[in-house]
């Protein structure tokens, strides 16, 4: 009898496996049948991590001397992870230096361990943002596209383009995403405009046109996966759905999910924005509490054009969005429910 021969399953690690998006992207890694590991902090919730197949490795990232022990002393001698999706980062922090530390610190002080210890995986996927390019076209709403020169106006955009270039001189073998605004179920952020939705007021920022774009969280996990099997390294690629919406459209397609017949729609003044901005973030620090509103965030409010030309990365490895804007909202809509958010 011939010996069976035993094909090992292709290894991902998950680094920000706890957050909103990390959770959905190890959910898809599991369905493709990979032995799936989950990089989070000690103190992380494990909430949506309950699947007895994941297999989870602690990361202290305020000792950046221990990364190198911790990541090769995971696996059994001479083995690595085929791929790695670094998905950690802060999306608002108390003080601006903290979006350098976190955001671009953090990378370095991972990729470095990696190098150190000799577990440099076959694809490394590094999440940054949309927010990286900058305000674009505000006149003509031309959409964003990958030949694009990144010019960020808030500290958020400026640390993850600077950890994208980190990533191009460290020689990673990286592929850098740049999602839109992302929704789903387990979602803080868009789930208070749905809320505000719910309750018939609609607010938004700004008298001009406005053109949203969003992804759906499954089918940015799924584009997680579909880009290390098929995309080449080295490559960066701007995701979501290919349309793009204005506030009206995203308020009637939230107010149809909800079964709500009569929403205000309230406009606030950018003067106005701005100056809650200031005082909200003031409070936060007062609070030693991150502000969701600040003035940082408030430049991203401001943002008029979010248009994204997709066909790079359709091309290059078959992106193409399964979930429309009024489906997922749909579902957003019905897991707040059975949740009781709503």
């Known amino acids: 009898m011939e010996d ?20 959905f992207i190890v959910e898809e890694g599991l369905r493709r049948g990979y032995e799936v590991w989950a990089g989070v902090r000690e103190t992380t919730s494990r909430r949506w991590l309950s699947d007895e197949r994941i297999r989870f490795l602690n990361l202290d990232f305020s000792r950046p001397e221990s990364l190198s022990a911790t990541l090769s002393t995971a696996l059994p001698a001479g083995e690595k992870w085929d791929y790695i999706v670094y998905n950690l980062g802060a999306t608002k922090v108390m003080y601006y230096m903290d979006f350098s ?8 002080y991972f990729t470095t361990a990696l ?14 943002s949309l927010s990286a390019m900058g305000p674009g076209d505000e006149k003509g709403y031309t959409p964003f596209d990958e ?5 960020p106006n808030t500290r958020y955009g400026a640390s993850k383009l600077k950890a994208e270039m980190w990533l191009e001189m460290d020689g990673m073998p990286y592929i850098i995403f740049r999602p839109t605004g992302i929704y789903g179920p387990r979602d803080h952020d868009y789930f208070l405009m749905f809320k505000s939705i719910s309750k018939g007021f609609d607010f938004s920022v700004g008298f001009r046109k406005q053109l949203l774009t969003f992804i759906y969280v499954e089918d940015l996990s799924r584009a997680v ?7 080449p390294v080295k ?7 290919p349309r793009g919406y204005t506030q009206k459209e995203f308020r009637r397609l939230t107010a149809k999910a909800i079964g709500k017949k009569v929403v205000f729609p309230v406009r606030m003044p950018l003067w106005g924005v701005k100056a809650v901005s200031v005082i909200a973030e003031k409070i936060g620090v007062a609070r030693m509490k991150p502000s969701t509103l600040n003035r940082d965030k408030y430049k991203i409010m401001k943002q008029r054009n979010w248009g994204v030309d997709v066909s790079k990365a359709s091309r290059d490895f078959g992106f193409s969005p399964r979930v429309s804007l009024a489906d997922g909202i749909s579902e957003s809509i019905r897991w707040y429910r059975e949740e009781g958010w709503i």
């Not at 530390?101 to 370095?108: E, F, G, Q, V």
């Open 4 to 23: 069976k021969i035993l094909i090992r399953k292709k290894r991902v690690l998950v680094v920000g496996a706890g957050g909103f998006t990390g959770g």
């Open 101 to 108: 530390r976190i955001n671009y610190d953090y990378l370095r």
């Open 147 to 151: 030949s694009m020169i990144p010019m």
């Open 115 to 128: 190098k150190s210890a000799d577990i440099v995986p076959e694809k490394f996927l590094y999440m940054s």
């Open 235 to 241: 490559e960066t690629y701007d995701i979501s759905e």
């Open 225 to 231: 996966f579909d880009a290390l099997e098929k995309a």
